[in-house]
């Protein structure tokens, strides 16, 4: 894995903290379990093992965690928080990069679909790019290391709507 | 009546303060506190762990009170749709206001403290419930 160009990778002095969220749900009903995969999908959680995910520490991510929390006590689950570091500055990359890389695949699947777009031209493109920059503001909201491939991503939406303007 | 919530202050907690004052108790006092174990005994707590008012089967804590507290005002519910969307983000509903209205109360709490945010927030939420109400007289966008 090539870390060159992410941010966080270089002249990292001080070790992160992270938050985890370990959460038992019961099997049935399955709408719990759904709508908090849903929530957990949309933080950019990293799935440690299975009912184990982390994010790191920040007051927003803490708190949205918590609340996860609760939802899961309330639909019949166990659910804790701790705040904790990496045993070591390796392990914490290794997280940080497997993060990193999970955001880079969604920029590039968004960078994909503005070149199909912008290729393609036709009436579609306008709704095209509406949905691929709300998808840039999802994605940036849980890229917490962000990878080269997300100033890419936006490069290749800004040049659709260029694109656009040109013909319109 | 004294009322407690989380030291600071974002979007959902500064609009309970402003629904509190407004709908509820207009000699609201707030207490900021850093736990949920800090929550003083004489005072309700909201948007805290554990709190009744808090987030409850996918709502936010301004729609938790706003069931607890039996407020029907369509524009409030009008209100609590953003909101809902600037805190939680689950696209539960369309929203088109609620990232603006996130930037805004999470720029307000860089330069103020929990009071003053409230407090200028406050004003923020007055326009706001003023624009959705006028939007659902005239069943269109106020000009």
Redesign the interface.
């Known amino acids: 894995m090539c870390n060159r160009g992410f941010s966080y990778f270089e002249g990292m002095a001080a070790r992160l903290k992270w938050v985890f969220l370990l959460y038992r749900l019961p099997r049935n009903p399955s709408t719990p379990r759904i709508?908090l995969w849903?929530?957990l999908r949309?933080l950019g959680v990293f799935q440690l093992a299975d009912g184990l995910v982390a994010l790191p520490l920040d007051?927003?991510t803490k708190?949205q965690l918590?609340?996860l929390?609760?939802?899961v006590s309330?639909a019949g689950g166990e659910a804790s928080i701790w705040v904790t570091e990496a045993g070591s500055a390796v392990q914490e990359r290794v997280l940080a990069a497997r993060m990193a890389e999970a955001a880079a695949a969604e920029y590039r699947a968004v960078r994909a679909a503005a070149l199909a777009a912008g290729s393609a031209g036709g009436a579609g493109r306008r709704r095209t790019l509406r949905r691929l920059r709300r998808d840039l503001?999802?994605i940036r909201?849980r890229d917490y290391f962000p990878p080269p491939e997300a100033a890419e991503a936006r490069r290749a939406v800004e040049a659709l709507a260029e694109a656009m303007e040109a013909t319109a | 009546m004294k009322w407690a919530t989380?030291r600071?202050v974002?979007v959902d907690r500064a609009a309970c303060a402003w629904l509190i004052r407004r709908s509820i108790d207009p000699k609201a006092e707030f207490v900021f506190v850093d736990d949920p174990s800090e929550v003083p005994a004489d005072a309700t707590a909201f948007d805290i762990?554990?709190a009744e008012l808090?987030?409850?089967?996918?709502d936010c804590s301004f729609e938790t009170i706003l069931r607890r507290y039996d407020l029907d005002d369509p524009a409030l519910w009008d209100v609590a749709r953003i909101v809902h969307e600037a805190d939680l983000?689950?696209e539960r509903y369309d929203a088109p206001e609620a990232?603006g209205l996130d930037v805004i109360c999470r720029g307000l709490s860089m330069v103020h403290d929990d009071a003053e945010v409230v407090a200028i927030a406050g004003a923020v939420f007055d326009g706001l419930y003023e624009h959705r109400r006028r939007a659902l007289l005239l069943g269109r966008e106020p000009a």
């Open positions: 709508a849903r929530s949309r007051a927003r708190e918590e609340w929390a609760e939802e309330e503001r999802a909201a | 989380r600071g974002h762990r554990g808090g987030h409850h089967h996918g983000d689950d990232p």
